[in-house]
Structures are given as C-alpha cells and as structure tokens.
C-alpha cells in the first residue's frame, strides 16, 4: 500500500534549521503535487508549502515565506523542507501530503488524497 514517511523533526533553538524529509512508497508521485502542512497543539491544521510534480512551481504560507523552502526529488520519491530561522510558533506536528490528480502546487488540503503521520518540531525560545 502506499505510505508517506516523514522524518528529521526534532527540539531545536529559536533561530536554528531542520531539514524535513517525507519518502513515498508504494507508487510513484513525480507526475502529481506533494506539499506540507502543520499542526499545532489546539489549532486547526495549515497549510505550510507546496511544490508542483517538475518542482518548478512552489507556494508558501505567508508566516514562511523566505524561511522555508520545499524541494522535490522524483527520482527518489522525496519531498523535502527546509526550515530555518524556525520560531516558537513553528513548533507543530508537520506532515506531508500527495496529490493523485493534482499537477501544480496547490494550498488546498482537499488536493491532497494520501498523508504521512507527521514528525514533532519542536522550537524553544
């Protein structure tokens, strides 16, 4: 079956980097959009960032834009973020997530049918 697996959260400083990494199995997703979103403790799930299947289109949520960056590297099946000058109010469960249909970067989660688990960040101020 397919599976999103993420990896490399952690406990980091205010002001330090972490590198995400979210590997597919079971099918292949260089044709479709992969993107990222997060979850704090008592608030609603965000969308974080997003990358289109040739990696040449990207969005990002406004409270990331210039610190975050996503990636892609179809040849591996692996989308990655990466996270710097990580604040307090990053700290959330981040989980990525796979299009089936969609080609383009998209914000929306309803574009998205499969979703890994999720890795903790954790930011300390």
């Known amino acids: 079956q397919v599976q999103l697996v993420e990896s490399g959260g952690g406990l980091v400083q205010a002001g330090g980097s972490l590198r995400l990494s979210c590997a597919a199995s079971g099918r292949t997703f260089s044709n479709y959009a992969r993107a990222w979103f997060r979850q704090a403790p008592g608030k609603e799930r965000e969308f974080v960032a997003s990358i289109g299947w040739n990696g040449y289109s990207t969005q990002y949520a406004d409270s990331v834009k210039g610190r975050f960056t996503i990636s892609r590297d179809n040849a591996k099946n692996t989308v990655y973020l990466q996270l710097n000058s990580l604040k307090a109010d990053d700290t959330a469960v981040y989980s990525c997530?796979?299009?089936?249909?969609?080609?383009?970067?998209?914000?929306?989660?309803?574009?998205?049918?499969?979703w890994g688990q999720g890795t903790q960040v954790t930011v300390s101020s």
């Open positions: 997530a796979a299009s089936r249909s969609t080609v383009s970067a998209s914000y929306r989660p309803s574009d998205y049918y499969y």
